[in-house]
């Protein structure tokens, strides 16, 4: 648990020491136009920044995670395309209907 908070309190100060950084970068460049090199030192500390604030993203999931992910994802694509599916059943059986209403 110590660590932990020592962790999150180092975490804290670097990823505002970053954003003071970065601040300070596009203030410079704000009115004139950037070189390649600050381009590419932006870019760095964009994704420095990244890390630090979501440090989940850097590993991979477990296969349990992974599973449970999949799920998800599967659950809202069903629940997304059910409802187009239901309307052109529903468009095919009115369309039905009127053929056999005509016929009949």
Do not use: C, W
């Not at 590419?40 to 296969?63: C, H, I, S």
């Not at 997304?80 to 369309?95: C, G, L, P, R």
């Amino acid at each position: 648990m110590k660590h932990t908070k020592a962790r999150k309190k180092t975490d804290k100060k670097e990823i505002k020491a970053t954003q003071n950084i970065l601040e300070r970068l596009k203030e410079k460049t704000k009115d004139v136009r950037p070189t390649q090199k600050q381009i590419d030192g932006e870019k760095y500390l964009q994704a420095k920044l990244f890390k630090l604030q979501n440090p989940e993203v850097e590993r991979d999931p477990t296969e349990r995670q992974a599973t449970i992910m999949f799920d998800k994802a599967e659950a809202g694509t069903k629940a997304f395309f059910n409802t187009y599916k239901k309307k052109s059943e529903s468009a095919v059986d009115k369309q039905a209907q009127k053929s056999n209403i005509r016929r009949g």
